[in-house]
């Protein structure tokens, strides 16, 4: 055997552990938006499809509170056209009678959350890229200063 393979590499085994950190980190952070963006537009999409419609019948609600799930029911509605639907409906308790924001399957109590679900991370995201980009113009303002003069 040759004295170069008896050498360990520098970093070897911890370097690769290190990079595989990095990378797993990469793709979280690269995930992470992408999820958001699908729950965004799922809040979106009801927003735009969903319309009023009217409790029919009431089966089952649960309340919720800060370690259990959402406050929901499940139940029965109709649209103004007449077709039904039934499903959960999200948010405060209902009964037979009330007016809720529903599609095909899905159903709450108002579109207070769906606005919510879309808004705040659209907000955040906004927020966080005006931070950047004045940070950036900032940072390239800062640099043309310390520029030495070339004209001197």
């Keep these: 055997m040759s004295e170069a393979s008896d050498r360990v590499r520098p970093g070897g085994p911890t370097r690769l552990k290190s990079l595989a950190s990095i990378a797993a980190a990469a793709l ?3 995930l992470l938006p992408v999820l958001v963006a ?4 799922d809040g979106a999409r009801k927003l735009i499809t969903g319309e009023s419609a009217t409790v029919r019948s009431v089966t089952q609600c649960v309340e919720g509170g800060p370690q259990l799930p959402a406050s929901h029911c499940y139940g029965t509605w109709a649209f103004a056209d007449g077709r039904t639907a039934s499903g959960k409906i999200s948010g405060a ?3 037979a ?3 809720i924001f529903a599609g095909a399957g899905w159903a709450y109590d108002s579109t207070s959350p769906l606005h919510r679900q879309v808004w705040v991370p659209v907000t955040v995201f906004g927020a966080g890229a005006a ?5 950036w113009l900032n940072h390239r303002r800062n640099q043309g200063r310390s520029a030495p003069d070339r004209d001197g």
């Design 28 to 30: 979280l952070a690269a």
């Design 93 to 95: 308790e209902v009964s």
């Design 97 to 99: 009678g009330d007016t």
């Design 38 to 41: 699908l729950w965004v537009a």
């Design 131 to 135: 931070v950047l980009a004045v940070s």
